[in-house]
């Protein structure tokens, strides 16, 4: 299998697309699929760029409403992953994860799925350790404080992910695992980002979530973007242990490095997006713990059976693996006839989202209701704590036409 890996899109689908055409057509092949790293940017209308966490003369619709809007659909079956750059009331909308378009698909905030035989996993956001042990308080309209948290890594995503036991081939964050850069040349690198070096000196340079997951699922290949550069690195866990080659790559600008082509061992198709039997098994298991206020999520002594896995697989046999249907949930942006209509603003239940929890017999927790506020909270501790975290700090100075990267708080900046 034919797997392209893209770092950060920034709304830039024309362009990718056509340049992984291009690559078929030259070298005569076939691309399976597109992984996006983050920074994806679903920008559906005008008003999702009010959720777009980029200074509002930076804020541009690109070109994803285009496929949203099904004037352009995705030639290659494109995976993604949130980052901190990112329309995020829309993708709070598939917070399980969902289609964005046709041939589009969210791995959502935390997830895995299988793509023919190949496991995929991903998590969504950034680290900043003030927010990581908080629940989801961040509601629509967002603050100028929300906007900057809404995409930060929690607990919860992070706890559900190590719970996942069956290997995973492929996985997916934003920012890099922290300490990554001890597998790979980091000299190379601070010679063309300079300022990273005193945070790869004091080993703050990444994720500390990311690492713990790095060092717990082992996958084969590990990709991330975030930091607009080229990375790679090779990890061997233990002495004789397995390895994950890990990769980093930029945004999709000229002369960057923002795609590669990664050919994984895989059974033949078909190839399509299917839903992961344990992952479901894991959601649905958690679900009671889903943290909706700033109260941390409780989880107790949660764990999980055979009886969970075998429930989920009756289900998957009588209503099939593939995952629900995409749906429109709001108008897609019309370059000629300008947005004045609001009404439609605010959350929006998706019915991808309402479906995948009538089928697991879960409640929605995503909204404002207060029944859902209630069912969040839980008497029982909290476990996976670990108070030793430190902020992460990186600066962009790529000089770049637009500085996307717009600085969140100068004493832990998201990049």
Known sequence: MKIAVEGCMHGDLDNVYATLLHLEKVEN??????????DFQAVRNERDLESLNVKPKYRSMNSFWKYYSGQEVAPIPTVFIGGNHEASNYLWELYYGGWVAPNIYFLGYAGVIKFGSIRIGGLSGIYNARHYHLGHFERLPYNESDIRSIYHVREFAVCKLKQVGEPIDVFLSHDWPLGITDYGDWKKLVRHKSFFEKEIQEKTLGSKAAAELLDKLKPPYWFSAHLHCKFAAAVQHGEGGSVTKFLALDK???GRQFL????IESHPGP???????EWLAITRKFNSAFPSTRKPAQFGDILLDLQDRQWIRNKLRRRGIKPFDFVQTVPAYNPSVPMLNSSFYGHHRNPQTESLLELLELPYLLDNAPESRELAQSPMPSFFRDKSEGSQRTLEDDGDEIPIDDIDDIEDDDL
């Open 29 to 38: 092949t076939k691309i399976d699929l597109l992984l996006c790293c983050g």
């Open 252 to 254: 999709c600008l000229p």
């Open 260 to 263: 590669q082509i990664v050919e």
């Open 271 to 277: 190839y399509e997006i299917q839903y992961d039997e």
